[in-house]
């Protein structure tokens, strides 16, 4: 008997348990692992000692997103994918599969680090925005005023402008102006 099957099905076990330490959606862990349903509701009570919420899924990550400060954390999230994703790139079938996912839990915990513990976002919602990108239904925009990029979805609840810019407007600053000294200087 090959040692491969017992590797990948390591492997496989590797990752379900890591999203389940994280809370994912069982279902996302059985899209992503293909371990049996029955094992991973054990598995997560064994973890969570509580079993495991259930219910649908949003289609769209987009209409989970439903405050401007949530899109701006989301894009940070969309951000460090991307460039995590960009490493495996070269691979190719299930190995490009499995690190895709290791590059979502990867971004997950990163921008958590970034933004703080109390504005972490659910591996959930990041499971779905790093799937709507992949398809197309999600993507990142640069705002020619700040010039950072960030999120834009379907199914998105703004005017799917710069989350950023909204922020200065909300604390009533109107733009941001750089110095040609390279100091900055926001005018209200
Ligand atoms: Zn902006």
């Known amino acids: 008997m090959s040692a491969q099957p017992m590797l ?15 809370r994912a959606r069982l279902s996302i862990v059985h899209w992503e692992t293909r371990v049996a349903r029955d094992a991973l509701r054990a598995l997560y ?21 439903t405050t401007r ?3 701006l954390c989301a894009s940070v999230f969309v951000m460090l994918y991307r460039h995590l994703q960009l490493a495996s790139s070269g691979a190719s079938g299930q190995d490009r599969r499995s690190r895709s996912i290791v590059a979502m839990i990867q971004a997950h ?11 972490s976002l659910d591996i959930t919602l990041c499971w779905m925005l790093a799937r709507d990108l992949r398809m197309g239904r999600a993507r990142l ?15 998105g609840r703004f005017d799917q402008g710069c989350p950023l810019c909204a922020r200065y407007r909300s604390l ?12 900055s200087l926001l005018r209200g």
Do not use: F, N
Request: charged share 15%.
């Open 172 to 183: 009533g600053l109107s733009s941001l102006k750089v110095g040609q000294a390279g100091g």
């Open 141 to 155: 925009r640069s705002c020619p005023q700040c010039q950072i990029q960030y999120l834009v979805t379907e199914q």
């Open 45 to 65: 009570r064994e973890v969570h000692g509580e079993p495991a919420p259930s219910g649908q899924l949003p289609t769209a990550g987009g209409a989970a997103i």
């Open 8 to 22: 990948e099905r390591h492997a496989r076990m590797q990752v379900a348990l890591a999203l389940i330490v994280r």
């Open 69 to 71: 400060h949530c899109q």
């Open 109 to 119: 915990d990163l921008a958590q680090r970034v933004l703080g513990a109390e504005h």
